[in-house]
DNA sequence: TATACTAATGACTAATCGGTCAATTGTCAA
DNA sequence: TTGACAATTGACCGATTAGTCATTAGTATA
């Protein structure tokens, strides 16, 4: 597991500077210091690892920005979801090049143009759920549109931090793009976005997730985890989720309990949404 | 010359299918019923095949797009810029889905990577341009910020275009993006990108061509092109680099000629800044 | 027809890749 | 110390690649 991590780490800094597909197996060896044969003991293969790399950080990524969402008041919620998206890539920047170079058809791996899609669709829905909340029904007719351009400009931003990174200023430009998104919010009027488009691309509903395959994540991360307070949470959640008898209050405090552990951020999102909190 | 012609033909389709990495020198010459030693007769490398693809598809593309923004008037210019540009992009979508694809660090060839940089920036550059010419002094301190959004905007959309080309309304589009910029444009205050920021980026300048530069252009170009009036006007242009005789209205009406022949296109774009006209 | 020339071919090379597996090394209980 | 087992190694394999070049086919001239 220790080692699973390590190749990871040193792939992903590879993968940043080169390339995924430019990265040979045996360069992440050389830098990991240990031989191929001790790569496929940890990944079944190149393609396993990268997929692993992107729901690594994804879900750590969806997970932060929902959180955000969710539990800032509207006052400086803009301003919140730029900066920590903003910040979220500095943070990650060698996965987040990683992201920008790779971004469509490069991979020929189908599962993981699907994954990325579907991680996409996530972030879509999390900004669609911050705009309702922000601008409610004056925007009803434009807010996909809406969302559509606030992916826009950040993915434009987002290149130059990554490329020229020599400490940009992060707070002047979310509030840059804070101001701009309040005008195309509240003066746009002709949308070119519609639901429809919308339905039409996201062909696949997203799945729902089952109380079991929840059960079952957090079976496996217990394994993972030193006794600590987030597994003890955690095994509570699991019980909480079999029978319920703890209120939303301590639920809540709960998965606030684990939101931090990079292990469980995913859990505390797919928990959060199973508990409607 | 025509066999040249064929093979980036032939390339365009697989490159947009597979990308570039993963279409092969024999995939290429089977789709173009020669053999493999024939395409080494036309191309030195498979590099050098998909640095003319981009000369190629990018200086018409830029031309194009310079060519609306000197000639139309104010009003409607921005329509006719979004228009134009998607048009062109649905016109070779073939090439955008390379360009969109293999955005940045996917060619391991400093040499095309630079290219990219260089005619992103000559894009930049027409697009400030116009952006001066519609709003003058009172986004003086804005302009650089608004160009870049622009460009985040109409990248963002042209993925759509691009992967769902299912006749998508382009009029609404570029509609939609004029309402937009002009509130981008006139209420927008804080700037995020300034002419620090966008100096820091361009390193070294755009050269600027010199007069011996078009003239071989031009010599070259000469005998690639059959007998017309598009020559004749070209062989003009060329007394008149050597030796300025003839009235700008007239060098106009020669440039105007050669404007549309898909070889001229650059040229054109080139002999306009010039002159001046 | 014979000659000289160019255009075109495709078998070949050398290199690189992801992935495998027999052999080796390390570990620990008895 | 021994022996059984797990972890690790790296030489090796088959597949694929860009690029080469001796050979052949086609064509125009004398």
Known sequence: ????????????????????????????????????????????????LILSLIDYFMTQFISDIDYQVRNVNNEGLLFKYYHTTFQSFVQHSDFAKILMNEQAQTFNNKELIEKLHIYDRLLDKVTLTMVERLYGDEIIHTKYDLVYCIKGLMNNYSKLILFYNNSLDLKLLSESLVEKTNLLAKHATIAFISEDIIHAIEQPNLEVITKEQLLEMITQKKNEMEESIEKESLILLEQQLLEPTLSPAIVKGLIENIRNHPHCKWISYLLRNYFDL
């Open 1 to 48: 597991m220790i080692k699973k991590q390590l190749i990871m780490e040193k792939a992903l800094e590879l993968f940043a500077k080169q390339g995924f597909e430019a990265t040979s197996v045996q360069q992440i060896t050389d830098h990991c210091g240990i031989s191929k044969g001790a790569f496929y003991l940890s990944f079944k293969s190149k393609d396993e």
